[in-house]
Every structure is written in structure tokens, then in C-alpha cells.
């Protein structure tokens, strides 16, 4: 079992900053793959960035590419997205994610076993 918790969420003004932890437990964590997801009110769950267990390669949602970084210290087990330049369209509740064994990137949802219960981001404008 893997648990997933996140932190970081908040109200941040469109331009903003914002850093997101997904702390993990349970199996060993610098094993797998980590990815963060989003959904926002109304609308499908989709991709923002993953992570390679060793935190060489990185991949990102077409959208948030320039904007968003991925890094992980598998020391603490903890994963982090680090969001800059917030926009207004970007509001959602941010979760990390795992297959729990994979080492190859996992990026649609389903693919995705452990899930933490999201933290969420409001942009105002």
C-alpha cells in the first residue's frame, strides 16, 4: 500500500506562486513513478507533470510546460510542484499519484493506482 498526502493549496492571484508537497508513505518511494493531476469543478481529470523515480526526467502537461516544475527528495519521500504564473482558468484540486511499481511514466489517470485526497488551488483575478 501507498499513501499520498498533499499540501500547499491555497488562494493565490492570478501571476502568482505557489508550491505543492505530496508527501508518501507505505512502499518504497524512490522506486516509482510519480505524477501530479488536476481536476477542476465540472471537468474531466487530466495530466499536469510526472516524475522518474530517480528524478532525472521529467514530462509536463503541453499547458503548464515553462510554468510548472516537478522535483522529488526521495530522502523525505516527497514530491513537489512548484506553479508559477497562475492563471484565472487554472483553478483545481491538485493530487499526486503512483502505479505503485511502474518506472516508466504513467500519465492518464486510470494508469494510476495510489491516489492522495488533493489539495486545492483557487486563482483569483
Known amino acids: 500500500q501507498v499513501q499520498l498526502v498533499e499540501s500547499g493549496g491555497g488562494l493565490v492571484q492570478a501571476g502568482g506562486s505557489l508550491r505543492l508537497s505530496c508527501a508518501a508513505s507505505g512502499r518504497t518511494f524512490s522506486s516509482y513513478v510519480m505524477g501530479w493531476f488536476r481536476q477542476a469543478p465540472g471537468k474531466e481529470r487530466e495530466f499536469v507533470a510526472t516524475i522518474s523515480w530517480g528524478g532525472g526526467s521529467t514530462e509536463y502537461a503541453d499547458s503548464v510546460k515553462g510554468r510548472f516544475t516537478i522535483s522529488r527528495d526521495n530522502a523525505k519521500n516527497t514530491v513537489y510542484l512548484q506553479m508559477n504564473s497562475l492563471n484565472p482558468e487554472e483553478p483545481a484540486s491538485y493530487s499526486c499519484?503512483?502505479?505503485?511499481?511502474?518506472?516508466?511514466?504513467?500519465?492518464?489517470?486510470?494508469?494510476?493506482?495510489?491516489w492522495g485526497q488533493g489539495t486545492k488551488v483557487t486563482v483569483s483575478s
Open positions: 499519484a503512483t502505479s505503485g511499481y511502474a518506472k516508466t511514466f504513467r500519465t492518464r489517470p486510470h494508469e494510476n493506482n495510489y
